[in-house]
């Protein structure tokens, strides 16, 4: 039952997600920021707790949000390790000076980098065995920053959910923020990484179904981006420097970039999955 309720939030998602750019001008895609944060938790809800259990879970969750309240804060503050921004009101409220949106959105898709990392270094096996931490760490790390560099240009330049203050020559957005998110995430992995084995003892390794799930879930976050190439507004959009920007070249581009992150990310983590049902 439960994995008939994952496949159909999948499926209510992915839909979501490829219909965003026909949904510009109407009064739902007031809600593409909440609905693009929820829905990876509300997947992880429902798949954490069978795959990792409550206890790693919780510990996932803590680290998450500690940590990465703590770059977001402190980057905001002094403009290390993103850069110079702030967030708008568009996330709702804050703790502090961070969007209280912005941790589960770091957990929801750490979660999921995470368990791509174990599909692809470990091709699904069942054991329980898993790749090195520093491996597992630096894959992790890839495949989430691949999302934020496919996402970032049209969240802060073009919705303004953050606004960079010098603007940026990656549409808007400085080359910092990237090396600072990669940190980030990085910090996150080695320590859940570090605790996760002295939790409990070993668990298996999902199984094929909990790693197609996965898969599918990261799946509908890169179809966004090609759903915007395919169908690209018009116009253009000036970032707090003063620069300004063509839609068109900026979501073609954003396109073009998760075709060859994400999309070969779903690729490799795809033949894994098949060369364990082999």
């Known amino acids: 039952m439960k994995n008939r309720i994952i496949w159909t939030v999948l499926a209510v998602y992915g839909l979501f997600s490829a219909l965003k750019p026909l949904l510009e001008g109407t009064w739902l895609f007031a809600?593409?920021?909440?609905?693009?944060?929820?829905?990876?938790?509300?997947?992880v809800g429902l798949h954490a707790p069978r795959?990792?259990?409550?206890?790693?879970?919780?510990?996932?969750?803590?680290?998450?949000?500690?940590?990465?309240?703590?770059?977001e804060s402190l980057s905001i503050a002094t403009g290390f390790p993103f850069g110079n921004y702030h967030y708008t009101e568009k996330l709702g409220p804050k703790l502090g000076t961070v969007p209280?949106?912005?941790?589960?959105?770091?957990?929801?898709?750490?979660?999921?980098?995470?368990?791509?990392?174990?599909?692809?270094?470990?091709?699904?096996?069942?054991?329980?065995?898993?790749?090195?931490?520093?491996?597992?760490?630096?894959?992790?790390?890839?495949?989430?920053?691949?999302w934020d560099v496919?996402?970032?240009?049209s969240r802060a330049t073009v919705s303004h959910a953050w606004i960079w203050h010098d603007g940026g020559a990656y549409f808007g957005v400085p080359f910092q923020n990237f090396v600072g998110w990669f940190l980030c995430v990085a910090t996150i992995f080695f320590a859940y990484g570090a605790i996760e084995s002295r939790l409990t003892a070993p668990r298996a390794a999902p199984d094929r179904t909990a790693y197609a799930q996965t898969l599918g879930l990261y799946a509908a976050l890169f179809i966004e981006f090609i759903s915007f190439a395919v169908f690209t507004p018009q116009g253009t959009v000036v970032?707090?420097?003063g620069?300004?920007?063509?839609?068109?070249?900026l979501y073609l581009s954003l396109g073009l970039v998760s075709i060859f992150t994400m999309g070969f990310v779903l690729l490799i983590g795809a033949h894994a999955l098949r060369s364990n049902s082999a």
């Open 243 to 249: 620069q300004v920007w063509n839609l068109p070249d």
């Open 150 to 153: 496919s996402m970032d240009p």
């Open 51 to 71: 795959e990792i259990g409550w206890k790693r879970l919780g510990v996932f969750f803590a680290i998450t949000f500690v940590i990465s309240w703590s770059y």
């Open 100 to 146: 209280l949106l912005i941790m589960p959105a770091y957990f929801g898709v750490c979660y999921i980098s995470w368990l791509m990392a174990r599909l692809i270094l470990d091709h699904g096996r069942t054991s329980g065995r898993t790749s090195g931490l520093m491996a597992m760490t630096l894959t992790a790390s890839f495949v989430m920053v691949m």
């Open 239 to 241: 970032d707090a420097s």
């Open 31 to 43: 809600l593409v920021p909440v609905v693009s944060i929820l829905a990876p938790v509300l997947f």
